[in-house]
């Protein structure tokens, strides 16, 4: 039997139209996470470590969310991660050569939540000497 010039025996009409179906849903998806009409849909923070050791155990606590970093090298960032709503400052725990450290706000009085976007929470230390260093925390929009 001959083919036409949009018939083929290879696939049928239900075949097309199931993985046209398929990539129309994935593409859906994929147009639906993170950034909408050129604008980020929902806030994203990572962390940059702004000092000169490791720091492991990182956890981030802004608004309702906490979230894990993890290890962060020495003068790197984390991946970004999506919190609910967050504030220009958050609550940090982490650890750096073996010595734990962290930064508690006494609350959120007062302060307006951030709009949707990317933003890096610059974390360092005050002191090169662990022993007398204190956390200092900076926010930054990308």
Partial sequence: MPTGFFYSNRFS???IMKISGILSLLFLFLCSCGIQDGEPDGIFI???NNS????TGVIVQSGNVEQAFGEI???TSSEYEEFEYAFRYGAVWLEAEGRDFSLIPIDYVGEIPLRDGFYTYRIGLSSANLTDATLVFELVED
């Fill in 73 to 75: 090298p020495a003068r």
């Fill in 46 to 48: 990572r962390v940059q």
């Fill in 52 to 55: 000169d050791v490791n720091f």
């Fill in 13 to 15: 009409l239900t075949s």
